[in-house]
């Protein structure tokens, strides 16, 4: 390899290239390559970025672990410029929300905001989305449309900064917590605008188009009125090969959309092509709302949207073989749920869980 700045240019481009099509592990080689090169040649602040590309790529491939350390390494780079420090610092933030305690993101958030004070910048709106992003996990969705939409408005074009799609999507899913359909649909419109840069922005658009489809669905208390595209685009999303992407999120979503659709032979073969880990609080509780919803069918009672807060009337109490299925799911997801609510300080996990429970021990729906 060639040791100058074109080389370096190249390597970047590659790794952008990379994380273009979802192929983060790569990216994050080609810019550990740029961070030891532009260290050979003395090139201080390409050396701290590729830092941050470095643990930005690393963080998509789910390598959180090694992308601490490298954002730690950028912050503590001589004379790293206040942007880039407070980019990584920002990194962090989005790592430890999913990992550390509230207490610990609040002091991140604190830190965050005195590191603002004494470098004159106007970039609060990080750390607003961040605000967020927090209530948001500790289901407190009133207090997460507030900060994202700060964040929304205070946006600027400039580095540091999020991308519109990742403003929007955070507050697309906010209103679909909240029931407002309205907002989702106006939301979602904005989304659709949007020229996407990436597979991962393209796949959080679909996935606020299935988010604003089961509302709507919702609505018409009918799968047929709703538009059908979303639910082509889940066919197609499940059936495709999968990338390196960590998409269980986006899997569990469309697994989701065609349960309310009733492509349960698909939903199978997804199923058994790629299980859903249930390790994790969203897939724990979703194998138990797929495994009801299908015994609903099968007695060719309403669908419900159980994620929604949908419910209906009509007895489940023959139902014993899905409900007992579906309560091992629960009571799995309600291990998972403690866990996030002591490290989050909410109850909102374990009481979702405790409504499924009931729900399943009264052999009752409601509306």
Partial sequence: MILDRPTLARLREQAAQARKVGRY??????????????????LTGERTRALLWEGYSLRHAGQDDLALAVL???????????????????????ISLERKSARFCRALLEQGRRDLVEFRQPWSMLLDFLEGELAFRRGDFAAAWDWHGRAWAGRREIHPRLTPTTHLWAL????????????????????????????????????????????????TASAVNADSTPVEQAR???AAEERELRDFG??????????????????????RRKPLPPDTFETAIGLGDLVLGR???????????????????????????????????YQSALK????????????????????????????????
């Fill in 25 to 42: 592990a790569q990216a994050a080689h080609w810019e550990r390559q740029a961070v030891e090169l532009a260290g050979t040649l003395g």
């Fill in 236 to 238: 197609v999303f499940l």
């Fill in 172 to 219: 697309c899913r906010t209103a679909f917590r909240r029931r407002d359909r309205a907002e989702l649909e106006r939301l979602t419109h904005q989304l659709n605008e949007l020229r996407q840069n990436s597979i991962l922005e393209q796949r959080l658009v679909m996935r606020a188009q299935w988010l604003c489809w089961r509302a709507q669905r919702a609505a």
């Fill in 295 to 329: 015994a609903r069918v099968a007695r060719a009672l309403p669908v419900v949207d159980d994620d929604y807060g949908e419910t209906a009337i009509g007895t489940v109490s023959s139902l014993a073989a899905g409900l007992g299925e579906a309560a091992i799911h």
């Fill in 336 to 367: 998972l749920a403690e866990d996030q609510d002591r490290r989050l300080e909410t109850s909102w996990h374990s009481d979702t869980v405790h409504q499924r429970l009931v729900l399943i021990k009264s052999g009752r729906q409601v509306r």
């Fill in 250 to 271: 986006a899997r569990l979503e469309a697994l989701r959309v065609l349960a309310l659709a009733g492509d349960w032979d698909l939903i199978d073969v997804a199923l």
């Fill in 72 to 94: 730690l390494q950028a912050i503590h780079e001589p004379a790293t410029a206040p942007a880039d420090r407070f980019s990584a610092l920002i990194a962090i933030l989005h």
